[in-house]
């Protein structure tokens, strides 16, 4: 459960991310395409097109008018894409309660990632501090879905 307790991490920051680095992971063949609609990440159109929403939503985190992530659709689409996330990261027959755990993490982190980039921007600003959050998000995301581009094991 902890790569599910991971992805959730990630959906709390970024809630299109953990899709994009999904469906990396299910066209490179490191995530079995077992999900509903999992099989269409395979496609090179449906994963460059999840990429694309997810450097978008990345993009526009650095304007002035971007909403905070704790706004209610922002926790919904979170909460959704951890779901997913979490259940395709999990063992087998533990998709339930990895779906439901990085659900849990991502409202969580939401909170929290809000409040400690808040007080980041006070000091550093927002592009920069946005720039690195993006970094860390989503290479924790690729490592969560596909350890072995990072030289994990299993």
Not at 112 to 124: D, H, K, V, Y
Not at 134 to 142: C, E, M, N, R
């Amino acid at each position: 459960m902890i790569r599910s307790f991971l992805i959730g991490l990630v959906a709390g920051q970024r809630g299109i991310t953990p899709l994009a680095v999904v469906a990396t992971a299910t066209r490179r063949k490191e995530l079995p395409a077992a999900l509903p609609l999992q099989s269409l990440m395979e496609n090179p159109v449906v994963a460059a097109g999840a990429a694309a929403f997810a450097a978008a939503e990345m993009a526009g985190d650095k304007m002035k008018t971007a909403p905070d992530r704790i706004v209610p659709i922002g926790l919904a689409v979170r909460s959704v894409t951890a779901a997913y996330a979490g259940a395709a990261v999990a063992p087998r027959d533990r998709r339930v309660l990895g779906a439901a755990v990085a659900v849990g993490t991502a409202l969580a982190s939401s909170y929290l990632g809000w409040r400690l980039r808040c007080a980041a921007m006070r000091r550093f600003g927002q592009t920069a501090t946005g720039f690195v959050e993006d970094a860390i998000v989503f290479g924790s995301g690729l490592a969560i879905t596909s350890p072995k581009l990072v030289g994990i094991k299993g």
